[in-house]
Nanobody
Framework: QAQLAESGGGLVQAGASLRLSCVTS????????LGWFRQAPGKERDFVAA????????EYAASLKGRFTISRDSAEKTIYLQMNDLIPEDTAMYYC?????????????????WGRGTQVTVSS
């Protein structure tokens, strides 16, 4: 069972930046593909970015690459999502997700484990 705990969401104005965190356990960090999804009100959950298990490679949603960056800290067993130049359309619940021994592309196509999410609201 993956352990995932998101934080860092909040209410910001358009143009601002936020960094989301997803704290995991040692086994989760080492053995799972880890990434981020988001779900806006009334819409489906969409892929944002992910790492292969072990952190070897990354995958991004094409529309977000350049503004959003995924990163990881092995010492903290945490992955991050740096979000820059936020726009109101980025308003959503952001979820950390994981697949055991998976690829980033595989996680993009479906995650087995989910965190509870952290809300990001961008005002115009």
């Amino acid at each position: 069972q993956a352990q995932l705990a998101e934080s860092g969401g909040g209410l910001v104005q358009a143009g601002a930046s936020l960094r989301l965190s997803c704290v995991t356990s040692a086994s989760t960090f080492q053995n799972y593909a880890l990434g981020w999804f988001r779900q806006a009100p009334g819409k489906e959950r969409d892929f944002v970015a992910a790492y292969d298990w072990g952190g070897g490679g990354t995958e991004y949603a094409a529309s977000l690459k350049g503004r959003f960056t995924i990163s990881r800290d092995s010492a903290e067993k945490t992955i991050y999502l740096q979000m820059n130049d936020l726009i109101p359309e980025d308003t959503a619940m952001y979820y950390c997700a994981a697949n055991p021994y998976g690829s980033a592309v595989g996680l993009k196509n479906g995650a087995r484990y989910w965190g509870r999410g952290t809300q990001v609201t961008v005002s115009s």
